[in-house]
């Protein structure tokens, strides 16, 4: 005999409490290519204040912003794009010391997290919020080949390297540059591939 509730049963006292229109759903899943990679979604660009008006907490909680959505995403394309949200027509020493204090700022309050790139310069800094991975593979939507995280490009290139065991690294690098859909394969192509790609990536086939 089943439970009840003031003299009805429990399913019956559930049925009633529960509006007919409640349905328990599932959160969406990412569809991934057979690269293991999602859809790249972009920043949508509105306006904001001028940077340099702005307090450092201000200007991380821009940064933070496009972070959460471009995440793990360069320096460079983040301060670019809000450079171009905030009107200003160049990147210029006041403009980039307002970013980097508000990059500070994100860091020293937990949310921000940076990773020095290879590469060497600032703009290659990789910034991401702390409740995201460290490496997310994506397609490359509206990003350029100097956009894309050096440890994305690294782990499409290990993954290429599962399909063909014992690709050299120049096969590798091209074989990156067209799964990203890049038509031309030019020197500096090549050298930023490289400077992406972990040392020891690619090499079984020159010792």
């Known amino acids: 005999m089943g439970r009840s509730v003031l003299g ?3 399913d019956e006292f559930l049925e009633s409490a529960i509006p007919a229109s409640f349905a328990l759903t599932r959160a969406p899943v990412e569809e991934r290519d057979e690269w293991g990679r999602v859809t790249w979604v972009g920043w949508e660009p509105h306006v904001v204040s001028a940077l340099t008006d702005l307090k450092p907490a201000e200007v991380a909680g821009l940064i933070q912003d ?3 959505v471009e995440g793990p995403v360069l320096a460079g394309r983040v301060y670019d794009l809000l450079r ?3 009107g200003a027509a160049r990147l210029g020493r006041v403009l980039r010391v307002a970013l980097d204090a508000g990059v500070n700022s994100g860091v020293n309050r937990g949310d921000l997290v940076v990773t ?3 590469r060497g310069n600032p ?3 990789v910034l991401r919020l702390r409740s995201q991975p460290e490496v ?3 397609t490359p939507g509206d990003r350029d080949a100097s956009s894309i995280p050096p440890a994305e490009l690294a782990e ?3 993954r290429a390297l599962l399909i063909t065991p014992g690709a050299g690294r120049d096969d590798l690098k091209r074989q990156v540059a067209r799964i990203l859909g890049w038509g031309r394969f030019t020197q500096a ?3 930023l591939l490289e400077s992406a790609l972990p040392a020891d990536l690619g090499v079984a086939a020159h010792p």
């Open 136 to 138: 997310l593979l994506r």
């Open 156 to 158: 499409l290139a290990r």
């Open 8 to 10: 009805a049963s429990l």
């Open 189 to 191: 192509l090549d050298e």
């Open 84 to 86: 171009r949200a905030s």
């Open 116 to 118: 020095l790139s290879r």
């Open 66 to 68: 496009v972070v959460g």
């Open 123 to 125: 703009d290659s800094r």
